[in-house]
């Protein structure tokens, strides 16, 4: 059974910083791209990071130059390094996963999610 689970969240002031983590578990087939998403209350999940197995990362604008995402390969664990963080990153932030099959295809997994809050 896949499991991901998230870790690292909680209440940080305006200009701090938080580090999440993400374990995966029980993937037997190839993790393609590993990702973080973000749900503000109210609002539309939205991309934050993606992270490639070969390390390539994609940040959302809002991240761009405050967030850093990196992946472990052999623990199956990434990480979402938060700096200068703002009330705007609000949210529950979610971890994703891409396998990839023997088919070819591919098959997405989704963690609980760990609540992110930023107080002015």
């Known amino acids: 059974q896949v499991q991901l689970v998230e870790s690292g969240g909680g209440l940080v002031q305006a200009g701090g910083s938080l580090t999440l983590s993400c374990a995966a578990s029980g993937i037997i087939f190839p993790i393609d791209v590993m990702g973080w998403y973000r749900q503000a209350p109210g609002k539309q999940r939205e991309l934050v990071a993606t992270?490639?197995?070969?390390?390539?990362?994609d940040y959302a604008d809002s991240a761009e130059g405050r967030f850093t995402a990196s992946r472990d390969n052999a623990q199956n664990t990434m990480y979402l390094q938060m700096n200068s963080l703002k009330p705007e990153d609000t949210a529950v932030y979610y971890c994703n996963v891409v396998v990839r099959l023997l088919s070819g295809s591919r098959r997405t997994y989704w963690g609980q999610g760990t609540q992110v809050t930023v107080s002015s």
């Open positions: 992270v490639s197995s070969g390390g390539n990362t």
